[in-house]
């Protein structure tokens, strides 16, 4: 069974289309990513899963449910935790309230805040002081931190390498791996080619809200990757 | 001069727990409630007859529940349903709400003057320092306490407190989490509504009740809401009782110009720190 799938999915922004039937499933186990230049509708894609943009065609459905209406809360009650772009830190909570929030779903699993402390020690020292004063690499932990409290079966991360620097996406590569041989499926949004050829085992391009092109990234280098994507 | 300080708390205390439902509602909904006056004005009457017939403890009972209901209708009626409309249009929709319940109360109790007695027990007067202060008063102080006291462990200690924090900043990275942010919108209101019943009812034995009662103490709820920082809890205690001890001497020293220095603090501490008291000019 399919953690996540998209079927023909149209997104709208009011009265704007973005996404044009878009598919794309991600099954368990998997490690997958989404490429995409700017622009193109790749946070659509997490918006129309999310509610935010609304889906006026196809369909979307999280593990063995397709829910008739997306709430915002639907995705993360359903097992699909997303860590966003720009990382959204909810300002005027610490640390640790910003975790704990991401435990609303209240889904059994293994994780809660000592096990997040576990995989980030960073964050168990820093657990006390507002959110937002942390690093930019700090804040993406948190953010990884706080989706995992939801015990998803399919983590989405929107380009998690903005703004970071080369090292600390290289360690963000090493979690990624870490937490899917762990059980956690991966959605990897991005357009960092290093990142996603490090984690995924296989991707689909996005253009101009349709998707061009999808195949195995096994055996591909970076190099020839990026020309794949170069369309 | 205590029992000057002392009046100061009351009325601080009343204004305290009126403003932070005002606060609470703006931190979920966003919405400038003036309705909130006629909340007040309103669970003053119904704590007034409830408590006439049943007694003081039933009628404040009976006024913070009726106050309740009346909020999750008004949040399902009103506020979701105007959600997405500009904010001026939720505000005079608010404004018309104010307006038709002090009609209604008019229509029911009449125009004339009602005081509510303090119930049994509260009832007494206490020498401190050489003059006498009545006890319900001093009860009225401890209440405004205890709100806040209960409030602020709610908000930082319980899990509903956490999301209620969270989606006051940030709704829609909340929602994303798991949390239903329309149910808890709708409880929020209940509660800002609720305690302004229950304001109103420990209201009645201090003030006359009349149908306009709501819009002057809505005013300066507003006063504390604006200089405590609109969001901030803490803000709006400090500025209640603040508010509470300048309103009170006012009325004391320049009886003329006592409506007007609470508005006078509030521009003054605008002036300092442009977003309240409760933030740092950044
Ligand atoms: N909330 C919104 N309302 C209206 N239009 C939007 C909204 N968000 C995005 N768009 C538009 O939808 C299109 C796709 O945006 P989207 O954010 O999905 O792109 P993206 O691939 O994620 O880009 P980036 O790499 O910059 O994050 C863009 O043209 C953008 O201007
Ligand atoms: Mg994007």
Redesign the pocket.
């Given at each position: 069974m399919n953690l996540l799938m998209l079927r023909d999915v149209d997104a709208f922004?009011a009265q704007?289309q973005?996404l044009h039937g878009v598919s794309l499933e991600i099954g368990k186990g998997e490690r997958v990513a989404i490429l995409?230049r700017?622009?193109?509708?790749?946070?659509?894609i997490v918006n129309a899963m999310l509610g935010i943009a609304s889906v006026r065609g196809g369909s979307i459905s999280f593990g063995a449910e397709t829910p008739r209406r997306l709430r915002h809360f639907t995705a993360a009650r359903l097992g699909v935790a997303v860590v966003p772009?720009g990382r959204r830190i909810v300002p005027g909570l610490t640390v640790r309230e910003n975790l704990l929030l991401g435990a609303a779903t209240e889904r059994p699993g293994p994780w809660n805040c000592e096990a997040v402390f576990g995989l980030f020690p960073v964050l168990r020292e820093r657990a006390e002081i507002p959110g937002p004063s942390l690093s930019g690499g700090q804040q993406q932990m948190l953010a990884i931190g706080r989706a995992l409290m939801a015990n998803p079966d399919l983590l989405v991360l929107d380009?998690p390498s903005e703004g970071l620097a080369p090292v600390i996406v290289d360690e963000l590569a090493d979690t990624l791996v870490r937490l899917s041989a762990a059980g956690t499926s991966i959605l990897l949004i991005e357009?960092n080619f290093s990142l996603v050829h490090r984690v995924a085992e296989r991707y689909y391009v996005l253009s101009k809200g349709t998707i061009v092109e999808s195949g195995s990234l096994a055996g591909l280098s970076v190099e020839v990757l990026k020309k794949h994507i170069a369309v | 001069m205590l029992i000057q300080i002392l009046n100061g708390f009351v009325y601080g205390g009343l204004l305290y727990i009126l403003a932070v439902g005002l606060v609470l509602i703006f931190g979920l909904r966003r919405v400038v409630n003036f309705a909130h006056g006629g909340l007040f004005m309103l669970g003053a009457y119904i704590g007034y007859t409830i408590a006439s017939i049943a007694g003081f403890w039933v009628g404040l009972v009976a006024s913070v529940t009726v106050l309740a209901v009346l909020g999750v209708v008004m949040d399902r009626v009103v506020f979701r349903p105007l959600q997405d409309e500009d904010p001026i249009v939720t505000m005079l929709v608010t404004f018309g709400i104010l307006l038709v319940l002090e009609d209604l109360v008019r229509t029911i109790w009449g125009k004339d003057f009602l005081t509510l007695k303090p119930p049994a027990g509260l009832d007494g007067i206490i020498m401190l320092s050489g003059s006498s202060f009545p006890v319900y008063r001093l009860a009225v102080i401890a209440l405004a306490v205890l709100v806040a006291g209960g409030l602020s462990l709610w908000l930082r200690s319980s899990r509903v407190g956490l999301h209620v924090r969270a989606a006051s900043v940030d709704p829609v990275t909340t929602a994303m989490q798991g949390v239903d942010t329309e149910r808890l919108g709708a409880t929020v209101v209940a509660i800002g509504a609720a305690l302004a019943g229950l304001s109103g009812t420990i209201a009645a034995p201090l003030l006359a009740l009349s149908p306009s009662m709501g819009s002057f103490i809505l005013i300066d709820s507003f006063v504390v809401v604006v200089t405590g920082g609109l969001t901030s809890f803490t803000g709006a205690f400090v500025a209640a009782l603040l508010i509470g001890q300048l309103h009170n001497l006012g009325v004391v020293f320049v009886p003329a110009a006592a409506s007007v220095i609470p508005l006078v603090l509030m521009v003054l501490v605008l002036l300092w720190r442009p977003d309240g008291l409760a933030k740092k000019r950044s």
């Amino acid at each position: 069974m399919n953690l996540l799938m998209l079927r023909d999915v149209d997104a709208f922004y009011a009265q704007a289309q973005v996404l044009h039937g878009v598919s794309l499933e991600i099954g368990k186990g998997e490690r997958v990513a989404i490429l995409g230049r700017n622009g193109v509708g790749k946070t659509t894609i997490v918006n129309a899963m999310l509610g935010i943009a609304s889906v006026r065609g196809g369909s979307i459905s999280f593990g063995a449910e397709t829910p008739r209406r997306l709430r915002h809360f639907t995705a993360a009650r359903l097992g699909v935790a997303v860590v966003p772009q720009g990382r959204r830190i909810v300002p005027g909570l610490t640390v640790r309230e910003n975790l704990l929030l991401g435990a609303a779903t209240e889904r059994p699993g293994p994780w809660n805040c000592e096990a997040v402390f576990g995989l980030f020690p960073v964050l168990r020292e820093r657990a006390e002081i507002p959110g937002p004063s942390l690093s930019g690499g700090q804040q993406q932990m948190l953010a990884i931190g706080r989706a995992l409290m939801a015990n998803p079966d399919l983590l989405v991360l929107d380009e998690p390498s903005e703004g970071l620097a080369p090292v600390i996406v290289d360690e963000l590569a090493d979690t990624l791996v870490r937490l899917s041989a762990a059980g956690t499926s991966i959605l990897l949004i991005e357009q960092n080619f290093s990142l996603v050829h490090r984690v995924a085992e296989r991707y689909y391009v996005l253009s101009k809200g349709t998707i061009v092109e999808s195949g195995s990234l096994a055996g591909l280098s970076v190099e020839v990757l990026k020309k794949h994507i170069a369309v | 001069m205590l029992i000057q300080i002392l009046n100061g708390f009351v009325y601080g205390g009343l204004l305290y727990i009126l403003a932070v439902g005002l606060v609470l509602i703006f931190g979920l909904r966003r919405v400038v409630n003036f309705a909130h006056g006629g909340l007040f004005m309103l669970g003053a009457y119904i704590g007034y007859t409830i408590a006439s017939i049943a007694g003081f403890w039933v009628g404040l009972v009976a006024s913070v529940t009726v106050l309740a209901v009346l909020g999750v209708v008004m949040d399902r009626v009103v506020f979701r349903p105007l959600q997405d409309e500009d904010p001026i249009v939720t505000m005079l929709v608010t404004f018309g709400i104010l307006l038709v319940l002090e009609d209604l109360v008019r229509t029911i109790w009449g125009k004339d003057f009602l005081t509510l007695k303090p119930p049994a027990g509260l009832d007494g007067i206490i020498m401190l320092s050489g003059s006498s202060f009545p006890v319900y008063r001093l009860a009225v102080i401890a209440l405004a306490v205890l709100v806040a006291g209960g409030l602020s462990l709610w908000l930082r200690s319980s899990r509903v407190g956490l999301h209620v924090r969270a989606a006051s900043v940030d709704p829609v990275t909340t929602a994303m989490q798991g949390v239903d942010t329309e149910r808890l919108g709708a409880t929020v209101v209940a509660i800002g509504a609720a305690l302004a019943g229950l304001s109103g009812t420990i209201a009645a034995p201090l003030l006359a009740l009349s149908p306009s009662m709501g819009s002057f103490i809505l005013i300066d709820s507003f006063v504390v809401v604006v200089t405590g920082g609109l969001t901030s809890f803490t803000g709006a205690f400090v500025a209640a009782l603040l508010i509470g001890q300048l309103h009170n001497l006012g009325v004391v020293f320049v009886p003329a110009a006592a409506s007007v220095i609470p508005l006078v603090l509030m521009v003054l501490v605008l002036l300092w720190r442009p977003d309240g008291l409760a933030k740092k000019r950044s």
